[in-house]
């Protein structure tokens, strides 16, 4: 399949002039080109919701917006950060507020299903995690964090998910409130869907599929092996950054550890059933937002 930027079909006339408008999609489904379009056309900044594309280095492999693309039109939360940097949901939503306040109707696109979460249901104000802490999870198995939680917990969440089990542990051993006590104190939402435009979009799998190899075949045409160069001799499969995908593989390719076909492969695969995940996470959560269909004859 040859790369081509998706042009998502929908009437921009239904878009209210003022209200914020927001785009969760999943990865390679056209949403920033969407977001671009509905700025040029209606009025806006771009805002950056996904998680990876916060961070400087790999702006080719995590798609941030091009030059050319931000001469079109303001964009924002883009390759801000330093690769070792944490950034939590709380510390997005904290940067979004001052677009909300702005003068500037703020067009929030990405596929941080917990950023647009935060944005529109609230989030609860749980204490940074020391880091010494952070430490002592890291080094424990994930049968040993599920066991730390209390049975309430445990009911809520992916014990198969390790990243969100050992948040839920490192907020109960750092405060010794359990992570669903904090929620239940959740205030209200800084932007309620109400408000908003909510758009979601909801492509066919096997056309998105297709088009994620296609996008990383151009990534790589355009300069992706050229970040994992300049990323390779400081790397740091800890940092936040480096969860970008095809991050570990291309670097593994520059230092003569992975053939290419193999580091593209496993890029391709991961990148397919995180678009999975967002997929799934579109249907259970956001089912208020109004969806946007792109058919595999799209």
Same mark, same amino acid.
């Given at each position: 399949?040859?790369?081509?930027?998706?042009?998502?079909?929908?009437?921009?006339?239904?878009?209210?002039?003022?209200?914020?408008?927001?785009?969760?999609?999943?990865?390679?489904?056209?949403?920033?080109?969407?977001?671009?379009?509905?700025?040029?056309?209606?009025?806006?900044?771009?805002?950056?919701?996904?998680?990876?594309?916060?961070?400087?280095?790999?702006?080719?492999?995590?798609?941030?917006? &091009?030059?050319?693309?931000?001469?079109?039109?303001?964009?924002?939360?883009?390759?801000?950060?330093?690769?070792?940097?944490?950034?939590?949901?709380?510390?997005?939503?904290?940067?979004?507020?001052?677009?909300?306040?702005?003068?500037?109707?703020?067009?929030?696109?990405?596929?941080?299903?917990? !950023?647009?979460?935060?944005?529109?249901?609230?989030?609860?104000?749980?204490?940074?995690?020391?880091?010494?802490?952070?430490?002592?999870?890291?080094?424990?198995?994930?049968?040993?964090?599920?066991?730390?939680?209390?049975?309430? &917990?445990?009911?809520?969440?992916?014990?198969?998910?390790?990243?969100?089990?050992?948040?839920?542990?490192?907020?109960?051993?750092?405060?010794?409130?359990?992570?669903?006590?904090?929620?239940?104190?959740?205030?209200?939402?800084?932007?309620?869907?109400?408000?908003?435009?909510?758009?979601?979009?909801?492509?066919?799998?096997?056309?998105?599929?297709?088009?994620?190899?296609?996008?990383?075949?151009?990534?790589?045409?355009?300069?992706?092996?050229?970040?994992?160069?300049?990323?390779?001799?400081?790397?740091?499969?800890?940092?936040?950054?480096?969860?970008?995908?095809?991050?570990?593989?291309?670097?593994?390719?520059?230092?003569?550890?992975?053939?290419?076909?193999?580091?593209?492969?496993?890029?391709? &695969?991961?990148?397919?059933? !995180?678009?999975?995940?967002?997929?799934?996470?579109?249907?259970?959560?956001?089912?208020?937002?109004?969806?946007?269909?792109?058919?595999?004859?799209?």
């Amino acid at each position: 399949m040859q790369w081509h930027e998706t042009r998502v079909m929908i009437d921009l006339s239904c878009l209210s002039d003022d209200r914020p408008v927001l785009i969760f999609g999943p990865t390679a489904s056209g949403k920033s080109e969407l977001a671009l379009r509905i700025a040029e056309t209606r009025g806006g900044i771009v805002v950056n919701a996904d998680a990876l594309q916060v961070y400087r280095g790999w702006e080719v492999l995590t798609a941030q917006p &091009t030059q050319a693309d931000r001469a079109r039109a303001p964009h924002a939360l883009y390759g801000f950060l330093d690769p070792d940097r944490p950034y939590s949901a709380g510390a997005w939503l904290r940067d979004m507020r001052r677009f909300l306040a702005g003068t500037e109707r703020p067009i929030i696109t990405g596929g941080t299903g917990l !950023y647009f979460a935060a944005l529109t249901e609230g989030l609860a104000e749980i204490p940074p995690t020391p880091p010494a802490i952070r430490a002592e999870g890291d080094a424990l198995p994930l049968p040993a964090l599920v066991e730390a939680l209390d049975a309430d &917990t445990r009911a809520g969440l992916d014990l198969r998910n390790r990243a969100r089990v050992q948040r839920a542990w490192e907020v109960r051993r750092a405060t010794g409130r359990s992570i669903r006590a904090w929620q239940a104190d959740t205030p209200p939402p800084d932007l309620p869907l109400s408000q908003a435009d909510p758009i979601a979009l909801m492509p066919d799998a096997a056309w998105l599929n297709a088009r994620i190899a296609a996008r990383f075949d151009r990534m790589l045409e355009a300069g992706a092996l050229d970040e994992a160069r300049a990323m390779a001799p400081d790397f740091d499969p800890a940092a936040p950054a480096s969860k970008a995908i095809g991050a570990r593989e291309l670097v593994a390719h520059v230092r003569g550890e992975l053939s290419l076909d193999a580091a593209r492969t496993a890029a391709i &695969t991961a990148s397919r059933q !995180y678009a999975k995940r967002q997929r799934t996470w579109a249907r259970a959560r956001m089912g208020a937002w109004r969806p946007v269909h792109i058919p595999s004859t799209e």
